[in-house]
């Protein structure tokens, strides 16, 4: 690389000479990115699971960093990675949170709706309760760190807002590797809509901390979830109205263009299905931003709303496209967030290379670990707990699965965009102390938990062959697509499992009002959900 | 929209403000996007070929800038159209360009490899001599038209510059209607090419005639040609070479990974194949922007890098990719040069509408048309003149073709971006002037000649249905794959006409230097050329 910095003089002098560096910089990602693509792709076709691609971008990132340390050109390198806060949150994130919705692997495991609904209570008691648990268990447990010096001190406050960023949890290597090796669809269903659902809590709680800490006088308990249902709420329903928006647009030109279905009566329909497959692409890139933008100029969630603009534009836009379109933007969604992804692991490697370690950190990221163990514990037991007991004894929890969610709480990007802002929003000390942990964490979760995520689901039975036969059929015993009616058996009256049941009532209700209202009048297809599983079913064959 | 501004109120008071306008801007932007999509997708379901979508694009940006003049808030929404330089050369441009060679619509209408090295002397003849001569003709007319005070007077230097920017022709639009109504592969070859290669050759005068002026002293003509032959040779070089490494990579992986091709060995080959796909589209959008990296971190022009890198990737690259990524790399850079291109035709409508005009301008506008259009008939018949010397009487190009090529020279993205690049190079009125000037003489030809070249190119009879039958063998007919080697019938010895054919010749050579050596070592197909060529026939009928 060296030979570019006595390429042809430039005229236009140092500003000219800095843009030289950025170029250069770009290139030296470029080109990781390139490698980290190829081994991956070489890793994954020698079974290698114990190096997922993320790893494999981690340790790329930081053997560069270390060349670069070593050859003492810091300052210089450092430059090359201006990364900024603005092109993560608009660029990197959003495809890396909408990828998992937008899954069509051959395989079969995409984000199907009946697992997904029929858990659809347990889902929420995990990601709603769940991390508002883990949050608050890791929040205090590092301030009680701090205040007997185990580590270094946040005021409590911050630790409450560090619990909440740590909580959010990264779905995509876990998934992978589900996707590689088999599992139960229950399971899946759980572990997705955990850690897809649990990044809106995370943000929530984060923001919610974040004003209390700006505002520390005169807030009541009472304004505290007041403004936390406000991001929440308020997110969730941009979101959600985007995301109807979109289905309905899309629905419209489908019905508007409903012809080209019979390309042979039109003399150039070919070129009109390439025009329509381009318009739906594009309406399927621009609504999520949209919904992005909208919540960002209320005030809200960016993030959340874009999440939940994701859920329903899979649900109701996504089956208003034609094959091609939907093999499309899976594709087009799969190729710009493994750029993201690898970029953001490769950008967390070199940053872990380049940082000037104190001891105070080391500590500061070992207690951590061992605190996010803990909460995760909390979060997955107890709330295990709670949805066993509102289900029927053949639709427990069991014990295997919960020690699979509770081993599959990865931290990945979401955590990591949290920390970068947390460095704007804490002093300077605190900040950098929460992003450096946050940071470390993320990368031995991947590296360790990555790493070992396929032996630890074979050692707990939960993948493998046994669960790779007909997956629709095996569901279909199970569980129905109504969540079921909890027939006689269920005896015993106390007071708070009616409130669960209740609880779980409402989720059935609202399948119903779906099948009934919603995706007849939002897709094309009536009520034909049983083609869907007929594909998972076939496909594993 | 005004609502927003009244939104929750935000604690970080006026920078959080400024975001919030941002984020209202680039929502009122997401939504013209979609305006825009959705409009172009009913123009063209009715066949009203007189508005094509950019034109929709500039008139929704002319109707929003308007709306927004009369409501008086221009201040407010100028601001949300903060324009980056940047982001338009490194996000916007490239995928324009790269596009066009990308295409594999289901007319068949893509960059045939064989009219195209048929054509290639003549191509070239029209790009770099051709284009040379529009720009200097142009440019010696804005002088004089300066000097004689028919429009605002720029140096001379400045006149030449304003005469490479406003000769780069955008290929867009004329071939969509070319694709849509079908035409002789020799026209769209040759249109396709000069508009591809004059772009690079346009970049490097401009570069070039900018270098001039800002070193006024001591420059020779020697040292002129030297600096024009540096950045067009040496970007053409790093263009080449990054491409032809794309495609050696992408043998590699595809040889690596050949036994993907039969699934049912694998047992996970599916999800193989998924990845597989995602590896070759990764590099696929990664090459490019290496090329554009590595030439503008050598002090060249990274446009005219990616211009010869997207010509070496289209003939050895993309013909290593599965049938499922080629069809995906072609809707992918479809969906983003056509997000890229009515992004930057609403930006222009926007623009026009906001502008403060004065009379100046109008008469710099008005003869400028006039002079490019002098300057482009001295271009297409001077150069078509000389290859028709150098061709035999079956290949020569009929009148007919010439006054198509003559007509087809719409101006687009590439002199909008030069223009914009000029605003900084040039003293303050200069600059502004010529971006006024370029971005209207760009709205008023797409909007004219847009609009009536489908009319246009019916007259001249070289769109239809005549042209529709099997393009391929009519091609085979007229022109083989290797150049014809002038039999007899060519007596006169004249030595001018002796140059042009070998030059002619060496064009003939490269094509045998590619079949023999270049395809057989850089792609996985031996020389099965002809294959493409049944593909063209067939899908025509």
């Given at each position: 690389?060296?030979e570019?910095?006595?390429?042809?003089?430039?005229?236009?002098g140092?500003?000219a000479?800095?843009?030289?560096?950025?170029?250069?910089?770009?290139?030296?990602?470029?080109?990781?990115?390139?490698?980290?693509?190829?081994?991956?792709?070489?890793?994954?076709?020698?079974?290698?699971?114990y190096?997922?691609?993320?790893?494999?971008?981690?340790?790329?990132?930081?053997?560069?960093?270390?060349?670069?340390?070593?050859?003492?050109?810091?300052?210089?390198?450092?430059?090359?990675?201006n990364?900024?806060?603005?092109?993560?949150?608009?660029?990197?994130?959003?495809?890396?949170?909408?990828y998992?919705f937008?899954?069509?692997?051959?395989?079969?495991?995409?984000?199907?709706?009946?697992?997904?609904?029929?858990?659809?209570?347990?889902?929420v008691?995990?990601?709603?309760?769940?991390?508002?648990?883990a949050?608050?268990?890791?929040?205090?447990?590092?301030?009680?760190?701090?205040?007997?010096?185990?580590?270094?001190?946040?005021p409590?406050?911050?630790?409450?807002?560090?619990?909440?960023?740590?909580?959010?949890?990264?779905?995509?290597t876990?998934?992978?590797?589900?996707?590689?090796?088999?599992?139960?669809?229950?399971?899946?269903?759980?572990?997705?809509?955990?850690?897809?659902?649990?990044?809106?809590?995370?943000?929530?709680l984060?923001r919610?901390?974040?004003?209390?800490?700006?505002?520390?006088?005169?807030?009541?308990?009472?304004?505290l979830?007041?403004?936390?249902?406000?991001?929440?709420?308020?997110?969730?329903?941009?979101?959600?109205?985007?995301?109807?928006?979109?289905a309905?647009?899309?629905?419209?030109?489908?019905?508007?263009?409903?012809?080209?279905?019979?390309?042979?009566?039109?003399k150039?329909?070919?070129?009109?299905?390439?025009?329509?497959?381009?318009?739906?692409?594009?309406?399927?890139?621009?609504?999520?931003?949209?919904?992005?933008?909208?919540a960002?100029?209320?005030?809200?969630?960016?993030i959340?709303?874009?999440?939940f603009?994701?859920?329903?534009?899979?649900?109701?836009?996504?089956?208003?496209?034609?094959?091609?379109?939907?093999?499309?933007?899976?594709?087009?969604?799969?190729?710009?967030?493994?750029?993201?992804?690898?970029?953001?692991?490769?950008?967390?490697?070199?940053?872990?290379?380049?940082?000037?370690?104190?001891?105070?950190?080391?500590?500061?990221?070992?207690?951590?670990?061992?605190?996010?163990?803990?909460?995760?514990?909390?979060?997955?037991?107890?709330?295990?707990?709670?949805?066993?007991l509102?289900?029927?004894?053949?639709?427990k929890?069991?014990?295997?699965?919960?020690?699979?969610?509770?081993?599959?709480?990865?931290?990945?990007?979401?955590?990591?965009?949290?920390?970068?802002?947390?460095?704007?929003?804490?002093?300077?000390?605190?900040?950098?102390?929460?992003?450096?942990?946050?940071?470390?964490?993320?990368?031995?979760?991947?590296?360790?938990?990555?790493?070992?995520?396929?032996?630890?689901?074979?050692?707990?039975?939960?993948?493998?062959?046994?669960h790779?036969?007909?997956?629709?059929?095996?569901?279909?015993?199970?569980?129905?697509?109504?969540?079921?009616?909890?027939?006689?058996?269920?005896?015993?009256?106390?007071?708070?499992?009616?409130?669960?049941?209740?609880?779980?009532?409402?989720?059935?209700?609202?399948?119903?009002?779906?099948?009934n209202?919603?995706?007849?009048?939002?897709?094309?297809?009536?009520?034909?959900?049983?083609?869907?599983?007929?594909?998972?079913?076939?496909?594993?064959?």
């Amino acid at each position: 690389m060296e030979e570019l910095h006595i390429s042809p003089a430039d005229p236009r002098g140092s500003p000219a000479k800095e843009q030289q560096a950025a170029g250069v910089g770009i290139l030296l990602q470029i080109m990781m990115l390139v490698l980290s693509f190829v081994l991956g792709h070489v890793l994954r076709r020698h079974r290698f699971y114990y190096l997922p691609e993320a790893s494999a971008s981690l340790l790329i990132g930081l053997t560069v960093g270390v060349l670069a340390n070593i050859s003492n050109t810091e300052n210089n390198i450092r430059a090359w990675f201006n990364f900024h806060e603005e092109f993560f949150f608009l660029f990197l994130l959003p495809p890396i949170i909408l990828y998992p919705f937008f899954v069509l692997t051959q395989s079969g495991f995409s984000l199907q709706p009946k697992p997904f609904f029929s858990n659809f209570g347990a889902i929420v008691t995990f990601a709603i309760f769940g991390t508002f648990v883990a949050s608050v268990v890791t929040g205090i447990l590092v301030y009680l760190g701090g205040v007997t010096f185990l580590m270094y001190k946040l005021p409590f406050v911050e630790c409450l807002m560090f619990g909440a960023l740590i909580s959010a949890t990264d779905p995509v290597t876990v998934l992978s590797i589900f996707q590689e090796l088999g599992t139960d669809v229950n399971l899946y269903a759980l572990v997705f809509g955990e850690s897809v659902l649990n990044d809106a809590m995370a943000i929530s709680l984060y923001r919610t901390m974040s004003l209390v800490r700006s505002h520390t006088s005169g807030q009541s308990f009472f304004m505290l979830v007041v403004r936390f249902l406000e991001t929440f709420v308020g997110s969730m329903s941009a979101g959600v109205g985007v995301g109807f928006t979109s289905a309905l647009i899309s629905f419209l030109v489908v019905c508007y263009s409903s012809d080209l279905n019979f390309p042979n009566l039109f003399k150039y329909a070919g070129l009109d299905i390439d025009n329509l497959q381009n318009l739906e692409s594009c309406l399927f890139v621009l609504f999520p931003y949209f919904s992005y933008m909208l919540a960002e100029g209320l005030g809200l969630s960016g993030i959340v709303s874009i999440l939940f603009t994701g859920i329903v534009m899979k649900h109701y836009s996504f089956s208003n496209l034609s094959d091609s379109s939907q093999k499309f933007v899976s594709a087009f969604f799969h190729l710009i967030s493994s750029l993201a992804e690898t970029f953001v692991f490769i950008y967390m490697g070199f940053d872990i290379a380049m940082e000037q370690h104190s001891w105070s950190h080391i500590g500061f990221i070992f207690f951590s670990i061992l605190f996010i163990g803990i909460a995760r514990a909390a979060n997955v037991f107890s709330c295990a707990y709670l949805v066993n007991l509102a289900r029927p004894a053949h639709r427990k929890i069991p014990m295997k699965h919960q020690k699979a969610l509770w081993y599959s709480g990865l931290r990945g990007a979401m955590a990591f965009a949290l920390a970068l802002q947390s460095v704007h929003d804490l002093p300077e000390g605190h900040g950098q102390t929460i992003f450096t942990a946050t940071t470390a964490i993320v990368v031995l979760t991947v590296l360790l938990i990555g790493g070992s995520t396929g032996t630890m689901l074979e050692n707990l039975q939960v993948v493998g062959d046994e669960h790779d036969g007909p997956l629709g059929e095996s569901f279909e015993a199970n569980n129905g697509y109504i969540a079921p009616s909890y027939d006689g058996e269920s005896s015993s009256g106390n007071r708070f499992k009616m409130k669960l049941k209740e609880f779980h009532n409402s989720t059935s209700s609202f399948t119903a009002l779906d099948k009934n209202y919603l995706t007849p009048f939002f897709t094309t297809h009536g009520g034909d959900e049983d083609e869907h599983d007929h594909f998972l079913g076939d496909s594993r064959r």
